[in-house]
């Protein structure tokens, strides 16, 4: 055999082992693809509304959450307007939201014996009950659930986790697929026209390579939220120390309840104790929401904090406020007797991991930045979208009559285990996604024998 012939045979077996690697990523891409891009398209829609969550509820509640700004006159107090809540709407008030600015309404929760909990607004100039919605009745509170799959159930919440990482497999096996590899076009600019599949080929290809940093920031950003994954991560961050950072002082009688079961809360906190009043055994009075509220005041809560009121005799005054400044989030505890802060928990009082959290949260929900971050994931909501359509037209175009169009099977099959081995790590980090990767390999190995058996 020849010099030149031993040649000719290494460069080809080169190439078909590119092409065999190329031909395993795009198999991948597809399936990762077909798993999560009915989620991305769900997903991108609710987000982006989300982004802009005060500006649509200002609009669609605008009875109910803007008044008229009563420049000098005094302000009904905060009893007084919880005493109109609970006339208006019988049953025990158990908390109360501070207004956020001069032309908003104030609060209340009540816990009515028939209708459930009912958020009820008052102006706070006049004291007149405004109206009522069900608690967390907005329409931003029924987007939040819709995006965090929240209306239906802990199984499909789960379901997040798995989307979240086959969504970061998307990305790594499309910027392979993307890499430029000597085409013209494709890479940075759009050939042809809509009519043909070319040019779809290429908006999905130039749109992935612009969005793909913020699927995979978004995905991991989410997955605090996750079923599996983001509760086990709460409990081994949080789940100390009564689920308080180390330095923030908990030497005080501590409840069996979390905050997160009481009030919208951080991630951080969700699984931190409520302290408990110590002076019901001692024919204390308490000092009432009007000087709880004062207290507040005079801690420097955000304007737009929440105050829930004890129901029980060991219960406490909790103040807390998640502004968009993540440096102004704050809890701070009262003894229901002595007014005396029990617990003040602040941003910086959290650990390394839970501001790291928190900041990557508080992007994803378009917070961090102001406007410049909304418009920002908007854009990337959009774009999402817009690889998703592209994504079915480029498949639907190319898609044999009667089949599903799965790429086809690598020659060398051995070019998978690299690919294995990095999904495999992927599993043991997020076991969701581990099981679904077992599963569709499954379905893979039975889908190739299958066609294997049509074509014999």
Not at 36 to 61: R, W
Not at 134 to 147: Q, V
Not at 399 to 415: Q, T
Request: aromatic share 10%.
């Amino acid at each position: 055999m020849s010099d030149s012939t031993i040649g000719r045979e290494s460069t080809g077996a080169a190439v078909r082992s590119a092409s065999d690697l190329y031909r395993a990523v795009w198999r991948w891409h597809f399936y990762a693809g077909l798993l999560v891009l009915p989620f991305m398209i769900t997903l991108a829609i609710t987000g982006a509304l989300y982004l802009f969550k005060d500006e649509i509820d200002a609009i669609v509640h605008s009875d109910l959450k803007k008044v008229e700004i009563s420049e000098n006159v005094a302000k009904a107090s905060p009893s007084a307007m919880m005493a109109a809540a609970v006339a208006a709407y019988p049953g025990t008030a158990i908390k109360f939201t501070d207004p956020a600015t001069p032309a908003s309404s104030a609060e209340i929760t009540v816990n009515t014996e028939n209708q459930g909990k009912l958020a009820v607004y008052v102006n706070p100039y006049t004291g007149r009950v405004l109206g009522s919605l069900p608690d967390r009745g907005t329409i931003m509170w029924t987007i939040r659930y819709l995006h965090s799959l929240k209306y239906f159930g802990s199984f499909a919440r789960a379901l997040i986790e798995i989307a979240g990482g086959w969504s970061i497999l998307l990305v790594g096996t499309g910027i392979y697929l993307w890499w430029p590899r000597r085409q013209t076009g494709g890479v940075l600019s759009v050939r042809a026209t809509p009519k043909r599949r070319v040019f779809w080929r290429d908006t999905h290809a130039v749109t992935g390579i612009f969005v793909g940093f913020f699927i995979v920031f978004l995905a991991i950003t989410g997955m605090p939220w996750s079923g599996v994954w983001g509760a086990k991560v709460n409990e081994w961050a949080n789940g100390n120390n009564f689920g308080y950072p180390v330095g923030v002082r908990v030497a005080v009688p501590m409840s069996d309840e979390h905050l997160d079961h009481v009030a919208k809360t951080s991630w951080s906190l969700e699984q931190a104790q409520i302290p408990q009043s110590s002076g019901h055994g001692h024919d204390a009075t308490p000092i009432g929401l009007d000087a709880a509220i004062a207290t507040f005041d005079r801690l420097g809560l955000h304007a737009g904090y929440a105050v829930n009121i004890p129901t029980t005799p060991h219960g406490v005054y909790t103040g807390s406020v998640y502004p968009d400044d993540l440096s102004r989030q704050r809890v701070v505890h009262l003894d229901q007797y002595s007014g005396q802060p029990l617990i003040d928990m602040r941003f910086a009082d959290y650990g390394p991991l839970g501001k790291w959290l928190e900041w990557g949260i508080n992007v994803h929900m378009g917070q961090e930045f102001g406007l410049a971050n909304q418009l920002v994931l908007l854009a990337a909501c959009i774009a999402i979208i817009v690889l998703a359509v592209s994504a079915g037209v480029m498949w639907w175009k190319r898609r044999p009559a009667g089949s599903l169009g799965v790429p086809p099977m690598p020659a060398d099959r051995r070019v998978f285990r690299g690919l294995i081995a990095i999904l495999v790590i992927g599993g043991i980090v997020f076991p969701l996604v581990g099981l679904s990767l077992v599963i569709m390999l499954a379905l893979d190995w039975a889908y190739s024998r299958l066609s294997r058996l049509r074509t014999a």
